[in-house]
Nanobody, 118 residues
Framework: QVQLVESGGGLVQPGGSLRLSCAAS????????MGWYRQAPGKERELVAT???????NYADFVKGRFTISRDNARNTVYLQMNSLKPEDTAVYYC????????????WGQGTQVTVSS
């Protein structure tokens, strides 16, 4: 099992930046994939970005060139650097840890609110 705690959300103006952090309760070095998802009001949760244990990256098209996911195994923390934020980026952002053995186990944080507004 792994517990995840997100931080770094808040209110930012369009064009601004935020960095989200996701602290894990155990070593993330062996976790197959860490990621960020988001859910806006009235919408389904959607993938934002993922990073594998081998540092393979995947981004949703709508954040390419603006967001960067990274991991610090020594700190058991995953980050999401968000630049050039738009009002449509407003959502609750969730950290995910995916452990793959003979089955897929997904763990989620409680979420952090990001609001982009002038």
């Amino acid at each position: 099992q792994v517990q995840l705690v997100e931080s770094g959300g808040g209110l930012v103006q369009p064009g601004g930046s935020l960095r989200l952090s996701c602290a894990a309760s155990r070593s993330i070095a062996s976790i197959n994939q860490m990621g960020w998802y988001r859910q806006a009001p009235g919408k389904e949760r959607e993938l934002v970005a993922t990073i594998t244990s081998g540092s393979r990256l995947n981004y949703a098209d709508f954040v390419k060139g603006r967001f960067t996911i990274s991991r610090d195994n020594a700190r058991n923390t995953v980050y999401l650097q968000m630049n050039s934020l738009k009002p449509e980026d407003t959502a609750v952002y969730y950290c995910n840890a995916r452990i793959v053995t003979f089955r897929i186990q997904d763990y989620w944080g409680q979420g952090t609110q990001v609001t982009v507004s002038s």
